[in-house]
């Protein structure tokens, strides 16, 4: 069972940029697609960006493409999240997920469009940007 904790989150300017982290406690599995999302009160979870484990191009919501950027260090079992030019709408709880990948699956099916097929998830961090 993976476990996943987020941190980096806090308050920002709009305009600034943050990074956020998530570790996982191991990678049990062959591969995972790791992904992030965020949720503010009434919305759906949104599916921002993802990434496998195994290589393959990154994922990108289109609101968030060009702004943000996933990476990931294996060694450290570690994805972050780098957010640039951060605005007010972007204000929201970030959360990590992780998606159990089998060798049949390719990079291209790591997406976030859907949190349904997340089995783990972390508790979130919070994000707030001020105009």
């Known amino acids: 069972q993976v476990q996943l904790m987020e941190s980096g989150g806090g308050s920002v300017q709009a305009g600034g940029s943050l990074r956020l982290s998530c570790a996982a406690s191991?990678?049990?599995?062959?591969?995972?697609?790791m992904a992030w999302f965020r949720e503010t009160p009434g919305k759906a979870r949104e599916g921002l960006a993802a990434i496998y484990t195994d290589g393959g191009r990154p994922w990108y919501a289109s609101s968030v493409q060009g702004r943000f950027v996933i990476s990931q260090d294996n060694a450290k079992n570690t994805v972050y999240l780098q957010m640039n030019n951060l605005e007010p709408e972007d204000t929201a709880r970030y959360y990590c997920?992780?998606?159990?990948?089998?060798?049949?699956?390719?990079?291209?099916?790591?997406?976030?469009?859907?949190?349904?097929?997340?089995?783990?998830w972390g508790q979130g961090t919070q994000v707030t940007v001020s105009s």
């Open positions: 997920a992780a998606r159990d990948a089998p060798r049949s699956m390719s990079w291209l099916q790591c997406t976030a469009s859907g949190p349904s097929v997340y089995g783990h």
């Open positions: 191991e990678y049990t599995g062959s591969a995972y697609c």
